[in-house]
């Protein structure tokens, strides 16, 4: 009757210890990125609504080269396995259209414009 108490116990203390060697480390030990901090970055692009800029856009790209930054960005798998430079998984709030990128091929994301530019999405 004893072991039927024990085994429970001593699986749960392996767990316990698979937790603390293994995952807690990542917790405490986060990687140091000050390296990346001595750059500036254009988050999305250099971006600016008011220059119909819009964000993820090569003009973006291209307005925070030649600022001297570098530049983050987004993608999203396109339904052909392409890469496509955006933001979000949905053409919403960039296209006004109710479609995701993931259920459209490279050229038919081209066809949308973002922001109501003339620039399209990208692929990477």
């Known amino acids: ?14 767990l ?4 603390l060697f293994v995952l807690m480390p990542r ?19 250099y971006h600016d609504e008011r220059a119909k800029i819009p964000e993820n856009s090569l003009a973006a790209f291209q307005r925070a080269v030649d600022c001297g930054y570098g530049a ?7 339904k052909d396995g392409e890469l ?8 919403k709030r960039m296209c006004g259209v ?4 993931c259920d459209l091929t490279m050229e038919e994301l081209k066809q949308y414009r973002l922001q109501g530019t003339e620039e399209s999405i990208p692929a990477l």
């Open 1 to 14: 009757m004893g072991w039927i108490v024990a085994v429970p116990f001593y699986i749960l203390l392996f």
């Open 16 to 19: 316990i210890i698979i937790f």
């Open 27 to 45: 917790v405490f030990h986060k990687p140091d990125m000050t390296v990346f901090r001595i750059w500036d970055y254009a988050h999305r692009g």
């Open 72 to 78: 983050e960005l987004d993608v999203h798998l396109t």
């Open 84 to 91: 496509a430079v955006i933001h979000d998984e949905s053409l």
């Open 98 to 101: 109710e479609v995701n990128v």
